[in-house]
């Protein structure tokens, strides 16, 4: 009889323990959901650019999906970092650009800045995301206004060669958790421009074997506000020179915005019906600019000495 009665007093015991881990589990899931659903995940819905990867300037196509991008977040209030350069992959689906990071509590607002590749290399560009200051930290951070510092951008070329990865970024001010449910909205935006150099239909019988762009800046400081692009070129003036076996053709190289004027462009080409002789042939033309997000082609027809440039129709939105 006292063996039955305890065998039923271990099996309430059990029970009871039973039911109290049944009970804290349950507890810790509605702790879990409730944090869930106060602190959500940051999410993005961004629209982004897949690397091609080619023999020449690696820039991106639009529309297409790239595997991530690397995000900032500060605190609007106080510039403070939030999120220090970390990496948010897509998984797939809308708003499946993911960071495994709470909102703030409360109705605290954050500024993302947010750019591709994630790693700089090969870019020419640089980022500090400590706090901006003209001397000591230039490529930094201050609120409305991010900065990319452009160095040495190649201007020495050979055609099918150049390896410069393009950037792209994008940033918003003064999101928060209420306001963002469906994610961040983060538009990408090119800060470099691009060149062509074409030979005209037509032209036969000729190689041109290099172009040169005289007095040109490959280095400064970009300033984005979240839509325009404003760069700031410093360093001395170089030239511009593509080589090659054509140095024309349908490959486009990263050039770095600024105001142009007048140029003087110098081409080498080879006759063949002059058993390959070389000459230069060169022209002077008011170029005007080079601007953020467009694409400019020079196309060239050579009659003897003279130079021909045709730029009638050589701009557009890249």
Known sequence: MKQSILFFQRISLLLSVLLLLAGCSS???EEQEKGGESQPEIR????????????????????????????????????????????????????????????PD????????????????????????????????????????????????????TAGNDATRELVYAYTRNQTKASNGSGVELT??????????????GLTGVTINSVTIAGIKNNGLCTFNGTATTWTPSGDAT?????????????????LPQELGS??????ASWTSWGSATTN??????????????????????????????TEKFTEQW
């Not at 991106?60 to 900032?72: M, P, T």
């Not at 607002?109 to 947010?114: G, M, Q, R, V």
């Not at 700089?120 to 510092?149: F, K, M, Q, V, W």
């Open 27 to 29: 507890s810790d899931s």
């Open 263 to 268: 140029k003087t462009i110098t081409v080498n």
């Open 44 to 103: 993005f819905n961004a629209d982004v650019w897949q690397v091609m990867e080619r023999t020449r300037a690696t820039t991106f196509d639009a529309g297409d999906v790239n595997g991530s991008f690397k995000v900032y977040a500060y605190n609007s209030d106080d510039v403070s970092t939030y999120i220090t350069g970390e990496t948010v992959n897509y998984s797939g689906g809308a708003s499946s650009w993911v960071h495994p990071q709470f909102w």
């Open 281 to 310: 042939v060169s022209t002077i033309l008011d170029l005007g600019s080079w601007e953020a997000g467009n694409s400019y082609t020079y196309t060239f027809t050579l009659n003897g000495d003279v130079l021909i440039v045709d």
């Open 239 to 255: 030239n511009l020179v593509v080589t090659g076996s054509p140095a024309t053709g349908d490959t486009p190289y990263l050039v």
């Open 106 to 157: 409360g109705n605290g607002a954050l500024d993302f800045f947010a750019f591709m590749p994630t790693d700089l290399t090969g870019t020419c560009c640089s980022y500090d995301y400590t706090e901006y200051n003209e001397s000591t930290n230039p490529d930094g951070y201050s609120a409305g206004t991010p900065r990319i510092a452009c160095t040495n951008l190649p201007v020495s070329i």
């Open 188 to 201: 990408f935006k090119r800060p470099f421009a691009r060149v062509y150099f074409k030979k005209a239909d």
